[in-house]
Nanobody, 123 residues
Framework: QFQLVDFGGGLVQPGGSRILSCVPSGFKLDYLAIGWFRQAPGKEREGVSCISNSDGNTYFTDSVKGRFTIHSDNAKNTVYLQMNSLKPEDTAVYYC????????????????WSQGTQVTVSS
C-alpha cells in the first residue's frame, strides 16, 4: 500500500547531468522528509541529500555540494535530485527514502525505501 518509486538513472558522460525522481505512493510529502542515498560497488551506503518538507531545509553531503540540488514539488508529490557535473565516483545505485522525522544521514531513521536506480558515469 505504501511504497517509493525512483527512476531516472542511466549512463551519462563525465561532466554531464541527470535528474532523478522519487514518487511516494500512499504518502503525502507534507511534514515528511525525503533523503537520497547511494551505494557503489564495494562501498557502504552513503547519504547524498535530503529535503525536509516541514521547513524546506535541504542538506547535501560534502562530495556533491555545488553540483547537486534537490527540489520537492508537493503538487506532484515528487522529489527530484538534479545531478550536475557528474563524476565517475558518482556511479552508484541511487535510492530515495522516507522518514516521518527530520532529515538525517543515518539510514536507520528512514522507514521506506525505493527500489533504486542505477546511475553510471563513464566515458
Amino acid at each position: 500500500q505504501f511504497q517509493l518509486v525512483d527512476f531516472g538513472g542511466g549512463l551519462v558522460q563525465p561532466g554531464g547531468s541527470r535528474i532523478l525522481s522519487c514518487v511516494p505512493s500512499g504518502f503525502k510529502l507534507d511534514y515528511l522528509a525525503i533523503g537520497w542515498f547511494r551505494q557503489a560497488p564495494g562501498k557502504e551506503r552513503e547519504g547524498v541529500s535530503c529535503i525536509s518538507n516541514s521547513d524546506g531545509n535541504t542538506y547535501f553531503t560534502d562530495s556533491v555540494k555545488g553540483r547537486f540540488t534537490i527540489h520537492s514539488d508537493n503538487a506532484k508529490n515528487t522529489v527530484y535530485l538534479q545531478m550536475n557535473s557528474l563524476k565517475p565516483e558518482d556511479t552508484a545505485v541511487y535510492y530515495c527514502a522516507l522518514t516521518e522525522g527530520g532529515c538525517t544521514y543515518y539510514s536507520g531513521h528512514y522507514d521506506y525505501w525505493s527500489q533504486g536506480t542505477q546511475v553510471t558515469v563513464s566515458s
